[in-house]
């Protein structure tokens, strides 16, 4: 089985190949929000690092989020276009909990906090433990969205130790690097990596995980886009009764 893996959630842009043995080729650069001019181009090169052709393709991951808006409806159109035009299913996973598989897989043990960038002064989060036997990691809550100083008041509290890890991670990195059970990762665990989309694709459909046609795939936000927010903030208020 051949996987073309997107990933379009944060600044960083990255796709990857993958087959049963694992990632074939995989690239990840900083989009600065060029995700549209760079996305494409990079579809092309890692296709041809790996040696396959769309066509040879069984099926396309694609990261739903959460993350920056127009990353998301990027990398998502570009995957339901993809999937669509060759006849095959796609499957959706989290960036938070690619976040987490890139952590585990570099070596990680304990659990590993991912924290998104949702600007605006705010971040998505997901707690995480160790992965189970599929190698997905555990899902310990449900994502939120907090703002780094509730963030880092949860943090504050007694518990195990935890690697934080993500673009909001290092962007409030000072909210929390003071605390004694957390650390905060380095830049290579910055954005969810390409190669851990793959591969959390191929194990979620080698244990029997189900794909779904493009049609049923949609970003997930966790809150209105920003320029819903602003529209709704400039209407007259409603006339009293």
Known sequence: ????????????????????????????????????????????????????????????????????????RVGVATAKALAQGLGRPIVALSSLEVLAHGAYDAGVTGQVLSVVDARRGEVFVGPYGPPDRTGRPVALHPPDLLTPEVLADRLALDGPPVLVVGDGARRYAERWAGLARVTVAGPSLAGPPPASLAALGAGHLAAGGRAVPPADVHPVYLRDADARINWVTRQPPEPRS
């Open 1 to 72: 089985m051949i996987l073309l893996a997107i990933e379009t959630a944060t600044e960083l842009v990255g796709v990857a190949v993958a087959d049963d043995s694992g990632p074939r080729a995989a690239v990840w650069a900083t989009g600065r929000r060029r995700h549209t001019e760079s996305l494409s181009p990079a579809i092309v090169h890692v296709c041809e690092q790996a040696g396959v052709g769309l066509g040879d393709l069984d099926a396309v991951v694609v990261d739903t989020g959460p993350g920056l808006f127009t990353g998301l």
